[in-house]
């Protein structure tokens, strides 16, 4: 799975830091990140025969941050509904 540059893309994080890969993404003025991935064919035929995705962040042991992995398209803002973030409709 490699992060991968976008129409939306505003900034990239990590860009001038060679320990880390640089990841194209969109910040919105609230501060929501968004960010586009793809995966490998390899990686698509896991997925379709049960694989499991795992995701790992690093926190820095601070607190972990609200994260919303989705499939296609999820540029849409998030909200703050019933303890729960959902997409804005």
């Known amino acids: 799975m490699q992060p991968i540059k976008f129409k939306e893309q505003n900034c990239t994080y ?3 830091q060679p320990d880390y890969i640089p990841l194209p993404a969109h910040k919105d003025k609230e ?5 586009c991935w793809k ?3 390899i990686e698509r035929f896991k997925i379709l025969f049960g694989s499991k995705l ?3 962040q ?6 972990l941050q609200p994260v919303k992995p989705s499939v296609g398209s999820t540029h849409g803002r998030m909200i703050y509904d019933n303890k729960r973030y ?3 409709l």
């Open 31 to 35: 501060g929501v990140v968004t960010t």
């Open 39 to 41: 995966f490998s064919i």
């Open 54 to 56: 795992y995701w790992q």
């Open 86 to 88: 959902m997409p804005k």
């Open 14 to 16: 990590a860009e001038n």
């Open 58 to 63: 690093l926190t820095f042991n601070r607190p």
